[in-house]
């Protein structure tokens, strides 16, 4: 079953069971994980190492690409796995455990977590867990649906645990391409010039001494938990297409507009989405994952080439994607996280940068991460990497939340992720503000006029008129600027008393 | 006089007064201006266009490299003669008129600007002006002290003024090494690996026909003024130095360092003095400006190679800098700022990223540029450059301002530059908080107990104590965040009364 996946003979001595593999582990060791977006996580390592918990203490430090599938954050973190995560999640449980203090999350650009291994400013990784299609004669492992830090954890860890996925079809083979920054001060350029560029191997190349175990596993990835696109996220769409095709006439950018990131989630979705109904042709993506939006572009024709580190889809476009991965073969690309999220590409090419904010103020500043300002949600993830390098950065929200007693425009961020200086464009259902060339006092009522939710804008406008008279490249009314925040905490709504009567 | 300074003879009928000059100017236009903390700026062509706007309207946007000396920039603020300013000030008249809203200034990351006009985002530059030591035979400008963006102004202006100054020497040719990025989607890497390689050509090159006027000028450039380091600074540079001895101790960088950069200004020159002393050899400098203490390195041997954007020295080393330039000419590389800030450089390198900050909060979060979260001081420069891409990113802060009554260590801040992604190590003259691989709960403490000043812990222990049982990845108590700003605003300090007996 598993012998034409295992094809170094060698090594054939090193299949296991995932409960013998977790005897491997020691309370303390700090283990990385392949594992993108639910895409190309271990099945099988996660839930021996919760059941290996049950009897004595494992507590340790967990580094994967970004969010794991099939629950494994939550599970792990509820066994008392999981004492130390990056750099990044999205599972309730766990974020339960990171907002009460009981796990400790680092929250990284997700561009950086390979080069701090890399430069000793975070510990070394013991074990690598990674996922696999097979793993080749000379030794080379084939990834399976993401790449995330798999060749980093792969190439620094002392022992190496393979799971090779055999619900993964062997015809993933050839889609990713692995290239790793060189140690400093011999480091190269990156030489990738063009989204589809291949600069690498097709394969993890590790001393297969290395490689400790291997568990065979048979599960498919977590299906993406994105929602379908709906009005507002049409209206968000709408605006951003309007914006690009005005670009393009202006001369600021060709017809097949530069290469497009966009965020993991259903608003990112959907905008892509919303291009399919565009007249723009020729398009490419440089970006951290491809979503349902990305697959339908590809059918679409409008989009001629795809990068990203890992590919999260609904269960019925995930099917049709493996069955016809050979249509997909020559115009798709999975690179490291490094690499696809790497400021010296992203700025090279230009990304055009379509993230999602929890919330933004009235000067620019978005807070993507912690709620209330408070409560950890997902983490950055990349955002920081494309908006700061891309050449336009978009940050998307609707307006309102929790049934209108959340504004998503707020006088101040009460935590800041993307500052002023990283944010080109905002977003909601009701409009579009572009910041480009503007001073702060020139934004904010832009900002309140274009995105805010009619029924917040008087308010913003009174917050704003009090904060001129004293003064500043960005006046504030430093007392009241969490005002909106602490009325939700205390009353369920930011609303001011005088707009509710 | 100037004759073997402009070498192509079509030029010289050029040559006219700076108030000739200065009637090439219109209403509105956008100026590209040469200069960049206080180096190789335009010295004529501000006072001719404030004498211009006494007789008739003239309101420009004026983009520089950084901050201009000679007042130029006050002068030309009052005048009226500066409608909109980037990316960079830090001129006490202008800055009354930006915190008023009469000057409307765009803050930005040094790095950006060029591209931002490359790219459309900002409205093309109309004229350049460029100091210059030389016009070459073959057309190719000779920049003085900095280089800036001036290559970019010069590259896209309509027409070009120079200033042709008598002051700066002719041995400053050769010392710059002019590179631009192409246009995409034809742009490749750049070469640069080490961090004195030139790249590119000594001279900026555009179309002689495109220059419409040479003046002649013979001032200096304003000398630097950096305060010598004094007991806080030197306290910050032994941290800063025991820290690096370990890192090298530890095998994670070696003892030649990785290249360094400083932020303009006393802490950060301080902290470069404090390498005078220390037994680091064959270092090597990739910033932004050079100040005394880049000379100083390079006078004691211990520096091997500076490159940056800029000179500002004080101004018995800027004579002795220009006495003796043969002797520094091999190991000084003068570069576009662009490339000097690059993020694909800085993350190539490595660099060790040297930064003040004018407050911070337990977190880590970073505040370079409001005073009071609202104010603009100077602009944030290119200190996110270089913390976001270095391999190490330190900001230092004195801890205490105005005599005690300010604490720089604040339960949060009210303008955030720079993020906790972006933020490695925080110094003060009380110690250094290493706060890699560490999750916002972990921080505090640390910060707390670091690096603020004695007499503020108490009250900072009490706001963390009261946050965290609110809960959250990074624990607030939103409506006091903000309470000592408050009560300096209105007290005067920013101590609590139970502190104050």
């Known amino acids: 079953m598993h012998e034409d996946r295992i094809r170094l003979p060698a090594l054939m001595d090193k299949v296991m069971t995932a409960a013998d593999a977790a005897r491997l582990f020691r309370n303390g060791m700090t283990v990385g994980m392949s594992g993108f977006t639910r895409a190309g996580d271990a099945k099988a390592l996660p839930l021996a190492l919760v059941e290996r918990a049950r009897s004595e203490p494992l507590a340790l430090t967990l580094i994967t690409g970004a969010s794991l599938g099939s629950d494994s954050d939550g599970l792990m973190a509820n066994a008392g796995v999981v004492a130390r995560r990056l750099p990044f999640q999205s599972d309730a449980a766990l974020r339960r455990k990171i907002n009460s203090g009981e796990v400790m999350f680092i929250d990284q650009h997700l561009s950086e977590t390979a080069e701090q291994l890399r430069g000793g400013s975070l510990k070394p990784v013991d074990i690598a867990v990674i996922e696999a299609v097979a793993i080749n004669a000379d030794g080379g492992i084939v990834p399976t649906m993401s790449v995330g830090n798999s060749a980093s954890f792969a190439e620094q860890a002392k022992q190496v645990i393979i799971e090779i996925n055999l619900s993964a079809p062997l015809a993933l083979e050839g889609l990713h391409d692995i290239y790793l920054p060189a140690q400093r001060p011999d480091r190269a350029p990156i030489p990738l010039t063009r989204t589809g560029q291949r600069i690498g191997t097709s394969t993890i190349h590790i001393d297969p001494a290395r490689i400790a175990a291997i568990v065979i596993t048979d599960s498919p990835d977590s299906p993406s938990n994105v929602l379908p696109p709906d009005a507002e996220t049409q209206a968000i769409a709408g605006h951003i297409v309007a914006f690009l095709e005005a670009e393009v006439a202006a001369g600021r950018m060709g017809p097949e507009l530069l290469p497009l990131q966009a965020g993991i989630g259903t608003i990112a979705n959907a905008v892509l989405h919303g291009l399919t109904g565009s007249s723009f042709r020729n398009l490419s993506m440089y970006s951290e994952v491809l979503q349902d939006s990305a697959i339908a572009l590809l059918d679409s024709g409008q989009l001629a080439m795809a990068s990203a580190s890992s590919i999260t889809l609904s269960a019925s476009m995930h099917e049709r994607f493996l069955r016809n991965i ?158 909106w925040h602490a009325r939700y905490r205390e009353h369920g709504t930011m609303r001011e008393l005088w707009q509710c009567r």
Request: aromatic fraction near 6%; charged fraction near 25%.
């Open 326 to 483: 050979e249509r997909y073969r020559d115009r798709i690309v999975l690179r490291p996280q490094e690499i696809s999220n790497h400021p010296e590409l992203v700025k090279r090419l230009g990304v055009i940068a379509l993230n999602t904010a929890l919330e933004f103020d009235i000067y620019g500043n978005v807070n993507s991460t912690h709620v209330g300002g408070t409560h950890m949600m997902n983490g950055i993830g990349g955002s920081g990497d494309f908006a700061r390098n891309g050449q336009l950065s978009f940050f998307v929200s609707k307006s309102v939340a929790k049934d209108g007693a959340i504004s998503s425009v707020v006088p101040m961020a009460p935590h800041v992720d993307h500052t002023e200086h990283d944010v080109d464009v905002l977003v909601t259902e009701w409009g579009l503000a572009d910041l480009r060339g503007l001073a702060p006092r020139e934004r904010a009522p832009l900002i309140i006029e274009r995105c805010a939710h009619p029924d917040y804008r008087a308010q913003l406008r009174a917050y704003l008129d009090e904060a001129l008279p004293r003064g500043g490249q960005t006046p504030h009314v430093l007392e009241k600027a969490y005002s």
